[in-house]
């Protein structure tokens, strides 16, 4: 079965960066685009960023532009999420999600929490 | 940005009664909606997508509904396990999801 498992949260000091990782199993990770979404404690849901099943489109949410880089490792079925520049509102549990076959989200990580805070 | 809305922000029915939750889009969204659930400290798992297909292994009682800017998802003979948190979420335009309809029992 379909396991998306997150790791690399933790507390981080604004400004600072921080990477996060998604182990995938159960699936051909290089045939699906990914997602990253997050959900700020005690709110909803926010897509974070995409990346495209052959790597080459990646897309953004306009609150992370220019701060946050997705990337893969299709040999380590893995995705990548590289944060720099953080501010304490990109608190929140990031969840990596598989992209069913149109763009809705059909598997989800248990999430990795990311604090930021000095 | 397509804005969602959900409503209500929560609702309270009995077990084995019938939950009807809806979702408005700020524009068009065709056919290109989802519906998902989430428990508290879990992640949302996806209950329907393309407006009306159900993923996986989802009972029967859920089922959606509509088009264009009006989205209903409905859950048919409630059970304890089905109340939590549900949210809908467009992916015509990029991905924007409603600020969730919280399912309580009464």
């Known amino acids: 079965q379909v396991q998306l498992v997150e790791s690399g949260g933790g507390v981080v000091q604004p400004g600072k960066s921080l990477r996060l990782s998604c182990a995938a199993s159960g699936f051909t990770f290089s045939t699906f685009g990914v997602f990253w979404i997050r959900q700020a404690p005690g709110k909803g849901l926010e897509w974070v960023a995409v990346i495209s099943f052959d790597g080459n489109n990646k897309y953004y949410g306009d609150s992370v532009k220019g701060r946050f880089t997705v990337s893969r490792d299709d040999s380590k079925n893995t995705l990548f999420l590289q944060m720099s520049s953080l501010r304490p509102e990109d608190t929140a549990v990031y969840y990596c999600?598989?992209?069913?076959?149109?763009?809705?989200?059909?598997?989800w990580g248990q999430g990795t929490l990311v604090t930021v805070s000095s | 940005e397509i804005v969602m809305t959900q409503s209500p922000a929560t609702l309270s029915v009995s077990p084995g009664e019938r939950a009807t939750l809806s979702c408005r889009a700020s524009?068009?969204?065709?056919?290109?909606l989802a519906w998902y659930q989430q428990k508290p400290g879990q992640a949302p798992r996806l209950l329907i997508y393309g407006t009306s297909t159900r993923a996986t292994g989802i009972p029967a009682r859920f089922s959606g509904s509509g088009s264009g800017t009006e989205f209903t998802l409905t859950i048919d003979s409630l059970q304890s396990e089905d109340f939590a948190v549900y949210y809908c979420q467009q992916y015509n335009n990029w991905y924007t999801f409603g600020q969730g309809t919280k399912l309580e029992i009464k």
């Open positions: 524009q068009s969204v065709s056919s290109k």
């Open positions: 999600a598989k992209g069913g076959t149109d763009s809705y989200f059909d598997s």
